[in-house]
């Protein structure tokens, strides 16, 4: 079945940096989009990136100057860097994955269990 194990999240500073990882399995991964969505306490999922299978990536307004999303086909694994981190950042992390070569951000998506990114001021 599918898998989808988000790491690389934890507590840093305003201004630090982390990349998140989320290694995938049960599916072929290189024939899905993927996307990075992220929710704070008391607030509704909200999505931060999407990228196709062949790498095109389409951001919410909010995230495009900090955050990067990325992926290797080869190691099965889906990437986001994120940059001059913000208190306003402090979420928990979902990686997920689409239901075709490309995904828009309403469809049904395959979550995984996400990592918890805390930012201090």
């Known amino acids: 079945q599918v898998q989808l194990v988000e790491s690389g999240g934890g507590s840093v500073q305003a201004g630090e940096s982390l990349k998140l990882s989320c290694a995938a399995s049960?599916?072929?991964?290189?024939?899905?989009?993927m996307g990075w969505f992220r929710q704070a306490p008391g607030k509704e999922r909200e999505g931060v990136a999407l990228?196709?299978?062949?790498?095109?990536?389409n951001y919410a307004d909010s995230m495009k100057d900090r955050f990067t999303i990325s992926r290797d086909n080869a190691k099965n694994t889906l990437y986001l860097q994120m940059d001059s981190l913000k208190p306003e950042d402090t979420a928990m992390y979902y990686c997920?994955?689409?239901?075709?070569?490309?995904?828009?951000?309403?469809?049904?998506?395959?979550w995984g269990q996400g990592t918890q990114v805390t930012v201090s001021s």
């Open positions: 997920a994955s689409g239901p075709r070569p490309w995904c828009s951000w309403g469809d049904n998506m395959y």
């Open positions: 049960g599916f072929t991964f290189k024939a899905r989009c």
């Open positions: 990228i196709t299978n062949g790498g095109q990536v």
